[in-house]
């Protein structure tokens, strides 16, 4: 603080250096997701992979152009709590998984298929007041509560999964990937930040290529979300189609603007939606960067970024 006019005080502006920090478009798997435009996924459910537990529900669903197979995994847990988890069914090496996270493992209900047609399959537990319409082609899931939709996964069709893959200079050449080895010149691959990434003097080489995953949601009939902190910005998180997502990852920031979207110190990455009738949340268990788009329509529309570190 600094002296100022006689009789009073200005504060001195503290607030952070920016250029130290990337911004949305300088981060090489925000770029490259937003290529993705909202649409038809290219994901489709492999029904005949289905199988049932006491656990949980598995299948598979295949990507339509790459054909790479990714396992998703659904589970109900105690206190109207469902978990979505997909992973690649066959890695070149697993992936990180965050651990410690919970004191111990929760309590699953079984899940059941209550009603099962063409391209459409209805999983129901003990509580029927809750029901996952899990859609074929396009992969969707949609969270039912008795009969009324509350949330939708991937009803935009912004899926994206990069799979683990050998480097280029690794791989043998073969008539199929040589018209992909065409489109992968040098210039691409550093524009977008494929095999390595450079800001300021900071070289990241990523030794299994591009890992970034991330996924829509939608949540039908709320007006506004709230949630993911740490941000010095205000309690009911704004429509991002025209500025900058919201950043959820670890910096230590002291000094700060009021109302930005970057992130201070630590994040959470819960966010809640609330109506007199219902609050819904997504939690989005993952260590690494996250970026979150944020589109309120008639429908308050999630959509979230995410980036697993190599």
């Given at each position: 603080?600094?002296?100022?006019?006689?009789?009073?005080?200005?504060?001195?502006?503290?607030?952070?250096?920016?250029?130290?920090?990337?911004?949305?478009?300088?981060?090489?798997?925000?770029?490259?997701?937003?290529?993705?435009?909202?649409?038809?996924?290219?994901?489709?459910?492999?029904?005949?992979?289905?199988?049932?537990?006491?656990?949980?529900?598995?299948?598979?669903?295949?990507?339509?152009?790459?054909?790479?197979l990714l396992q998703v995994e659904i589970y109900e847990?105690?206190?109207?709590?469902?978990?979505?988890?997909?992973?690649?069914?066959?890695?070149?090496?697993?992936?990180?998984?965050?651990?410690?996270?919970?004191?111990?493992?929760?309590?699953?209900?079984?899940?059941?298929?209550?009603?099962?047609?063409a391209g459409i399959l209805v999983l129901s537990s003990?509580?029927?007041?809750?029901?996952?319409?899990?859609?074929?082609?396009?992969?969707?899931?949609?969270?039912?509560?008795?009969?009324?939709?509350?949330?939708?996964?991937?009803?935009?069709?912004?899926?994206?999964?990069?799979?683990?893959?050998?480097?280029?200079?690794?791989?043998?050449?073969?008539?199929?990937?040589?018209?992909?080895?065409?489109?992968?010149?040098?210039?691409?691959?550093?524009?977008?930040?494929?095999?390595?990434?450079?800001?300021?003097?900071?070289?990241?080489?990523?030794?299994?290529?591009?890992?970034?995953?991330?996924?829509?949601?939608?949540?039908?009939?709320?007006?506004?979300?709230?949630?993911?902190?740490?941000?010095?910005?205000?309690?009911?998180?704004?429509?991002?189609?025209?500025?900058?997502?919201?950043?959820?990852?670890?910096?230590?920031?002291?000094?700060?603007?009021?109302?930005?979207?970057?992130?201070?110190?630590?994040?959470?990455?819960?966010?809640?939606?609330?109506?007199?009738?219902?609050?819904?949340?997504?939690?989005?268990?993952?260590?690494?960067?996250?970026?979150?788009?944020?589109?309120?329509?008639?429908?308050?529309?999630?959509?979230?970024?995410?980036?697993?570190?190599?």
């Amino acid at each position: 603080m600094e002296a100022g006019t006689p009789g009073g005080v200005s504060v001195q502006d503290e607030a952070v250096d920016k250029s130290n920090f990337k911004k949305c478009n300088q981060i090489a798997f925000y770029r490259r997701q937003k290529l993705l435009r909202p649409g038809k996924s290219l994901y489709r459910v492999l029904f005949d992979s289905v199988t049932l537990s006491d656990e949980n529900v598995k299948f598979q669903i295949i990507h339509e152009e790459n054909k790479v197979l990714l396992q998703v995994e659904i589970y109900e847990i105690e206190g109207n709590i469902f978990r979505l988890k997909i992973d690649e069914a066959s890695p070149l090496k697993a992936r990180y998984k965050v651990p410690d996270v919970l004191i111990k493992e929760p309590t699953t209900q079984k899940l059941f298929i209550s009603h099962k047609e063409a391209g459409i399959l209805v999983l129901s537990s003990v509580n029927e007041n809750y029901k996952l319409r899990v859609t074929a082609n396009p992969f969707q899931v949609e969270l039912q509560s008795k009969g009324e939709t509350v949330m939708s996964v991937n009803s935009n069709g912004l899926l994206y999964f990069e799979h683990l893959q050998p480097p280029p200079s690794d791989r043998k050449p073969t008539a199929q990937n040589e018209e992909a080895a065409s489109d992968s010149s040098k210039e691409r691959q550093e524009d977008l930040g494929l095999w390595q990434e450079k800001f300021g003097s900071f070289l990241d080489i990523k030794a299994h290529g591009p890992t970034s995953v991330g996924i829509d949601f939608s949540l039908h009939g709320y007006d506004h979300v709230y949630g993911i902190p740490q941000h010095a910005e205000t309690l009911l998180l704004k429509n991002t189609s025209d500025g900058d997502a919201y950043r959820l990852y670890n910096l230590d920031i002291f000094g700060h603007k009021i109302h930005d979207k970057i992130g201070i110190y630590g994040s959470v990455p819960l966010l809640l939606a609330h109506k007199p009738n219902r609050t819904s949340g997504i939690f989005w268990l993952n260590s690494s960067e996250t970026l979150v788009d944020i589109s309120t329509k008639a429908v308050a529309e999630v959509r979230v970024i995410h980036f697993p570190q190599n």
